[in-house]
């Protein structure tokens, strides 16, 4: 089957914002991840955002414990020299212990999807600040977070939250494309890619056309990948997910089918007005290198960039993967809030900031992390 993998809905940001609205939540969804979805704003200036009490454990989307302490500890083990690795993973474990004592995810944090990446609408300097204040208020006792910022793409909202006076801290380094022309492929890895999604687009199957089995086949594939062969931190969407957000018209959802029939590789792209990004990635993790099923999942993101003429957010990992085919490494921010908190809550995001600046984020430049 010849499929068309144009987007099936117009990616306007609060068209995806009331959409999100609507979706109905069970713990089911997503097992590995506790929050509540609420919302501040109203109407076209409304934004979602999630709100934690400090449940443990969490996945790191949600838990900032999670994402600063528990994912570096195991990338650290994963990705660095032992010599690098042993004293900050210690490192970790006592600012791990200070942090839960500050309550570190008592947290509130504004435009989160519960994706791995969150994209940012055009900023309205008015309303920023209104949503801090209506955060203040209904959760006065929690720090008040900004996930994926990114001095390339969010330049502004790094630039007003800062004046706001919220600490930013670097989180990790992700790969951006500006603009991706088909017809003028400078990268020899991305043009062979490329040639490979040509030879399979017969096999391409957007969602409309899948039935539950190819959900629940989605939901498998994403788990090998994501969570068996990355990390379990990394949020264990399940095929009730995935069908909620396709229907909503949140995900633009496809496939690869096998000669047998059965999905074999899957992507879930989710956009803004000028933004794409692929948070749903899962593929037969069995399969030969040969069948290069993470290579064609890739270029199918970057041809839905291009015909949609969006910047490609393609996150973090896969490193070496993505600078080879002209990812711009950029360090992304999470941007923090306390002014109303305790003097101790403070000086522990303080201190969070500060040593991802003097170490996290030369450590992530100088490994690509």
Same mark, same amino acid.
């Given at each position: 089957?010849?499929?068309?993998?144009?987007?099936?809905?117009?990616?306007?940001?609060?068209?995806?914002?009331?959409?999100?609205?609507?979706?109905?939540?069970?713990?089911?969804?997503?097992?590995?991840?506790?929050?509540?979805?609420?919302?501040?704003?109203?109407?076209?200036?409304?934004?979602?955002?999630?709100?934690?009490?400090?449940?443990?454990?969490?996945?790191?989307?949600?838990?900032?414990?999670?994402?600063?302490?528990?994912?570096?500890?195991?990338?650290?083990?994963?990705?660095?020299?032992?010599?690098?690795?042993?004293?900050?993973?210690?490192?970790?474990?006592?600012?791990?212990?200070?942090?839960?004592?500050?309550?570190?995810?008592?947290?509130?944090?504004?435009?989160?999807?519960?994706?791995?990446?969150?994209?940012?609408?055009?900023?309205?300097?008015?309303?920023?600040?209104?949503?801090?204040?209506?955060?203040?208020?209904?959760?006065?006792?929690?720090?008040?977070?900004?996930?994926?910022?990114?001095?390339?793409?969010?330049?502004?909202?790094?630039?007003?939250?800062?004046?706001?006076?919220?600490?930013?801290?670097?989180?990790?380094?992700?790969?951006?494309?500006?603009?991706?022309?088909?017809?003028?492929?400078?990268?020899?890895?991305?043009?062979?890619?490329?040639?490979?999604?040509?030879?399979?687009?017969?096999? =391409?199957? /957007?969602?409309?056309?899948?039935?539950?089995?190819?959900?629940?086949? &989605? $939901?498998? #594939?994403?788990? *090998? +990948?994501?969570?068996?062969?990355?990390?379990? =931190?990394? /949020?264990?969407?399940?095929?009730?997910?995935?069908?909620?957000?396709? &229907? $909503?018209? #949140?995900?633009? *959802? +496809?496939?690869?089918?096998?000669?047998?029939?059965?999905?074999?590789?899957?992507?879930?792209?989710?956009?803004?007005?000028?933004?794409?990004?692929?948070?749903?990635?899962?593929?037969?993790?069995?399969?030969?290198?040969?069948?290069?099923?993470?290579?064609?999942?890739?270029?199918?993101?970057?041809?839905?960039?291009?015909?949609?003429?969006?910047?490609?957010?393609?996150?973090?990992?896969?490193?070496?993967?993505?600078?080879?085919?002209?990812?711009?490494?950029?360090?992304?921010?999470?941007?923090?809030?306390?002014?109303?908190?305790?003097?101790?809550?403070?000086?522990?995001?303080?201190?969070?900031?500060?040593?991802?600046?003097?170490?996290?984020?030369?450590?992530?430049?100088?490994?690509?992390?």
């Amino acid at each position: 089957m010849s499929a068309d993998p144009r987007p099936a809905s117009s990616w306007d940001f609060m068209s995806q914002v009331h959409a999100y609205a609507r979706i109905p939540r069970t713990a089911e969804d997503i097992p590995n991840l506790t929050t509540t979805v609420d919302f501040v704003g109203a109407g076209g200036s409304l934004m979602p955002v999630t709100v934690n009490h400090g449940e443990t454990p969490n996945c790191w989307v949600c838990s900032p414990y999670t994402a600063f302490v528990r994912y570096s500890q195991e990338e650290l083990r994963r990705l660095a020299h032992p010599m690098i690795a042993a004293p900050l993973r210690a490192l970790c474990g006592t600012l791990g212990a200070y942090l839960r004592k500050a309550e570190i995810d008592r947290a509130v944090a504004v435009n989160n999807w519960m994706l791995s990446t969150n994209l940012y609408p055009k900023l309205d300097r008015g309303l920023l600040p209104r949503w801090i204040e209506e955060a203040q208020q209904r959760w006065p006792r929690h720090a008040i977070w900004f996930r994926s910022l990114n001095p390339r793409y969010t330049p502004d909202w790094l630039e007003q939250l800062s004046a706001l006076g919220c600490e930013l801290i670097p989180s990790r380094q992700v790969y951006l494309y500006d603009q991706i022309d088909v017809d003028e492929l400078v990268h020899a890895n991305l043009s062979r890619d490329f040639k490979l999604l040509r030879s399979r687009r017969a096999e =391409l199957v /957007p969602a409309r056309f899948w039935d539950k089995t190819d959900f629940e086949r &989605a $939901a498998v #594939l994403y788990g *090998l +990948l994501y969570i068996e062969k990355y990390s379990r =931190l990394n /949020p264990d969407y399940q095929a009730s997910f995935l069908r909620a957000w396709h &229907a $909503a018209g #949140l995900l633009e *959802l +496809l496939g690869y089918r096998s000669v047998s029939g059965e999905l074999e590789g899957v992507v879930g792209i989710f956009g803004t007005d000028n933004t794409i990004t692929a948070p749903i990635v899962g593929y037969d993790t069995t399969a030969a290198p040969s069948r290069g099923l993470y290579r064609l999942l890739m270029a199918t993101v970057f041809d839905l960039g291009a015909t949609s003429g969006r910047q490609v957010n393609l996150s973090a990992g896969a490193a070496h993967f993505k600078r080879l085919r002209g990812g711009i490494g950029t360090i992304e921010y999470s941007a923090v809030y306390t002014r109303h908190l305790s003097r101790d809550r403070q000086r522990a995001i303080r201190l969070v900031s500060r040593l991802a600046t003097s170490l996290g984020e030369p450590l992530m430049r100088r490994f690509k992390w």
